[in-house]
């Protein structure tokens, strides 16, 4: 199925950036990338079993941070 990311809009945000790591600390970074809206979908496939994390910031019209979501784990199981 679609996996749907979502997080608390911020009212002052022109747009959000996101990062989704595999693992933590520092993690391999699987996606980066900007979205307009809280909100960000990926395709069935894209993220194989184990633990995911992943943060979500607002940007301003300059594309400057506004805001750095907090990190949130994402653990990914696959039916057999």
């Known amino acids: 199925p679609v996996l749907r990311l979502k997080w608390r809009p911020d009212p002052k945000a022109a747009s959000y950036h ?12 699987v996606f980066e990338g900007s979205a307009p809206k809280p909100e960000s979908l990926f ?17 301003d019209k300059g594309h400057k941070v506004r805001r ?11 039916d057999e």
């Open 68 to 78: 750095e979501g907090r990190l949130i784990r994402l653990e990914v199981r696959l």
């Open 43 to 59: 395709p069935p496939g894209f993220f194989k079993q184990g633990s995911y994390y992943w943060r979500a910031s607002s940007l």
């Open 18 to 29: 996101l990062k989704v790591l595999k693992g933590k600390d520092p993690g391999t970074v």
